[in-house]
């Protein structure tokens, strides 16, 4: 069988289900007004929560950088062969000290460090209990481990509790994320920990939708429900969205992150991010650090978001984090709308199934510190006329 064969077809039915996924291509740099597919747009589909992908004082440190002959663009190997610059040590460490823990490690991409955390840790007759809508990666790390993988019914503490209960041998761990990235709502992270701790369990949250974002400095869930993890509790955080650059880390204690860089074969069998980037990364974590006037922004566009929807009548999640899913229902309709709106001027993604449940396709708004309150209103205002449009 060719792949042409066995693939043509499955191809041919995303399409007619309206699920073929295409790249859109930009001309600008990532920023609110950009140039998309050759259009004109106010971006509000990009995870660039606090507006720091373009920042003037990250290009400036780059720049810096450039001019430096100690560092290279390429890392040239891996972290435990030659690849580890002092700008990833320092990193590493500056980013454990903001959040409180021993030790934090770097890996180039959050899906890796979701895989090596619990393909590491978990092992045969352990088992993993993870909330139905966690992210992909958080999942796919599951079912790569030789845990069990059990699930429980989204934020359903009642159904965790029984689960862990259930279990009888072997080590559990619990994983969720911070702020679920296609509803925009928190785990909580009170009544996780707690259930964890009472279990003996070890508690793992992928918060990249959290740092950057929520509570004092930024440091996202924990801080802002006023829960201190433990030391058996794993933080994953990316650099790729509030933070602006791109990357990810693993933040907990010291025998985690010597176990990750001892047994993880994501960490240990890969180049090492570019130092360029772990420069651009230290200076994106001071701006993100001192971002609370970008935070407030971003609260205010979120209740003038929610506001201006709900008097709209639009069916809104119930999300008070810069992820305001629109809830169209249908994949057909979720496409019709975003085409829409493309042609009014707002760039904004139909997010389908599988990524969502059937029957939950949606408009999945992300609003950010580098918007306008004008942005906000010019958006509602194109919802309106769309809905008008679509329902007349």
Known sequence: MSIE???????QQRTAQHLYRQRPLTFTAQQAEMQINGLSVINFSSNDYLGLANDAAIREAVMQGLQDKTLSY??????????????????EDELADWLGCERALLFSTGYMANLAVQQTLMQKGDTILADKLNH?????????????????????????????????????????????????????LSNILNLAESQQAWLMVDDAHGFGM??????????????????????IGTLGKAF????????????????????????????????????????????VIEAEPERARLQQHIQQFR????????????????????????????????????QKGFWITAIRP???????????????????????????????????????
């Not at 599951?142 to 689960?163: F, G, I, N, Q, T």
């Not at 440091?219 to 030391?231: E, L, M, R």
């Not at 994501?266 to 090492?272: L, N, R």
């Not at 306008?372 to 010019?378: N, Q």
Request: aromatic letters at 4%; a negative charge; charged letters at 15%.
């Open 244 to 287: 602006g650059t791109s990357g990810a880390f693993v933040a907990g204690s010291q025998t985690l992150i010597e176990s990750l860089i001892q047994f993880a074969r994501p960490y240990i069998y890969t180049t090492a991010m570019s130092p360029l980037n772990a420069l651009a990364s230290r200076a994106a974590l001071k701006r």
């Open 74 to 91: 390429g890392s040239g190997a891996a972290h435990l062969v030659t690849g580890h610059h002092l700008h990833h040590h320092l990193l």
């Open 5 to 11: 064969s066995r693939f043509n077809p499955l191809l």
């Open 354 to 392: 599988p990524t969502v449940p059937v029957g939950q396709a949606r408009l999945r708004v992300t609003l950010s510190a580098g918007h306008t309150s004008e942005h906000i209103e010019t958006l509602l205002d194109a919802l309106n006329a769309v809905q008008t449009e679509i329902q007349s």
């Open 214 to 235: 929520l509570g004092k400095q930024g440091k996202g869930c924990f801080d802002v429900q006023g829960v201190k993890p433990t030391a058996d509790t794993i933080l």
């Open 307 to 342: 506001q201006g929807a709900q008097a709209l009548g639009l069916q809104l999640w119930e999300s008070q984090t810069a992820i305001q899913p629109i809830i169209l229902g249908s994949s057909e309709t979720a496409i019709e709308w975003s085409d829409a709106l493309k």
């Open 136 to 188: 992909a990666s958080l999942i796919d790390g599951a079912l790569h481990s030789e845990a069990d993988l059990k699930r429980y019914p989204h934020l359903d503490m009642a159904a965790l509790e029984r689960r862990l209960t259930q279990v009888n041998h072997g080590q559990a761990m619990i994983t969720t994320d911070g702020v679920f990235s296609m509803d925009g709502d928190m785990a909580p």
